[in-house]
């Protein structure tokens, strides 16, 4: 039974009966890690433990023993929280006025989305270093696939792991938890397990008692709606789900139906890959108040639809499809989509469309949260190529849209400004 002490990264060979109060021979820690196919697996989930919160404690060390909140005002919602405050009852998505009905005295602090980025690249830096096979999935967590690099790096993945997650703490000041496995289903529950700063193995031989008894609802992806069909099925277990017939779970849920049989195995032959395109570039913002004042959502929809266009346009990208999202004071959404005759990338014509899109939906507002983004994304040598008949000053307001961008390049962003963003 090979061991891995995680703070030192000693391997060694434990007693065959070894006591629960086992310590690393090289430094005595107590943070070992043992499973027989430890230094055999090579797929990988790296999770950062309440990522934008560790990174608030760690620019101000008064918070450290204090219950955080990252997230907007009272009408807004939780982006995330620390443990402490978890521990209170507070998650991720919920209403803010209820995270602080639970935790009264936490100490609530507004994103600051620039310091998560810098911190979630210098991971990522670190990541890439192991290998070139990373998946990102957020800021804060990312799939890796170590195969063929004990070569490379003279250790078995799960060492490389144990230090990259070692390397987090000591130059960023952030911690992580590591779930390792032989797919990428099996190694995001294994992150899961333990954290924070956990490190948990699913190995092949065990993976059927691992899921026997377990709940479908750690299959990422099974949200309320999937939640309930399966519950109308009897399937609420990995158990349940292997007693039905392949076909019948296709036969009743389509393409998910054959996703789950797989999964009920255990199996999932999805690779994990660095070069997933991106497919959608949204952003959205909730309001402190229901509004369906049409200056105020004008003037946001304007700030939202400049933002789409400046990570387009840093992604060299452009989108064929405008999307518009809003949501009621009930949380029930609305989402409005109109395809272009060509792809864009210009902030103007994104505005434009969502805003067409918004005249047709207003009247059934009041609304708490409004988004616009774009999709089917193609590169940006075959964006605005073309003049809009309709429209002949879309030509002349895309070209100042491309003047005001150098200025800010070369001024900052707020060198210049439409009038309609100060509504």
């Not at 809003?326 to 989509?337: E, G, I, P």
Request: hydrophobic content about 40%; overall charge positive; charged content about 30%.
């Amino acid at each position: 039974m090979p061991a891995l002490c995680r703070d030192c990264l000693h391997r060694f060979e434990p007693p065959a009966a070894p006591s629960p109060r086992q310590r690393c021979p090289a430094c005595r820690s107590m943070r070992l890690k043992t499973h027989p196919e430890l230094f055999s697996l090579t797929i990988a989930h790296m999770d950062c433990d309440a990522f934008y919160a560790s990174v608030e404690k760690r620019d101000n060390p008064e918070l450290a023993d204090k219950p955080v909140i990252i997230g907007g005002g009272h009408r807004g919602v939780v982006s995330t929280a620390c443990y402490i405050a978890r521990i209170r009852g507070v998650r991720s998505a919920m209403p803010m006025f209820q995270a602080l009905k639970l935790c009264p005295d936490a100490v609530v602090i507004k994103p600051r989305m620039d310091a998560y980025v810098e911190t979630s690249r210098a991971i990522r830096k670190m990541m890439d270093e192991l290998t070139p096979e990373v998946e990102p999935l957020s800021l804060d967590e990312a799939f890796m696939d170590l195969s063929g690099t004990e070569r490379l790096h003279g250790a078995p993945p799960a060492v490389m792991l144990a230090r990259l997650v070692k390397r987090m703490k000591d130059e960023q000041g952030v911690t992580g938890s590591i779930g390792l496995s032989h797919n990428k289903f099996l190694a995001k529950v294994a992150s899961d397990l333990d954290k924070p700063r956990g490190f948990s193995v699913i190995g092949a031989a065990d993976t059927a008692d691992f899921l026997r008894d377990k709940p479908v609802r750690l299959i990422w992806g099974i949200g309320p709606a999937a939640q309930t069909a399966l519950d109308a099925a009897g399937i609420r277990t990995f158990t349940d789900l292997l007693r039905w017939d392949r076909r019948d779970l296709h036969n009743r849920f389509g393409s998910m139906g054959d996703r789950l049989w797989h999964l009920a195995r255990g199996e999932d032959r999805r690779k994990v890959s660095g070069r997933a395109p991106v497919k959608s570039i949204s952003k959205e913002t909730t309001f402190f108040e229901d509004t369906m004042h049409m200056d105020v959502l004008d003037g946001h929809l304007w700030r939202l639809a400049e933002q789409v266009s400046d990570r387009a346009k840093a992604k060299q990208l452009a989108g064929r499809i405008v999307t518009l999202k809003l949501k009621r004071a009930n949380h029930s959404a609305l989402t409005r989509r109109h395809s272009l005759s060509g792809p864009t990338q210009i902030a103007d014509q994104i505005y434009r469309t969502a805003r067409s899109l918004l005249d047709q939906a207003v009247t059934q507002g009041p609304f708490r949260l409004l988004g616009c983004g774009i999709s089917d994304l193609v590169p940006e040598a075959q964006a605005d190529l073309t003049g809009d008949l309709l429209d002949p000053n879309a030509a002349k307001r895309a070209s100042a849209e491309r003047a005001a961008d150098d200025i800010r390049k070369r001024f900052g962003k707020a060198a210049i400004l439409k009038g309609r963003a100060l509504r």
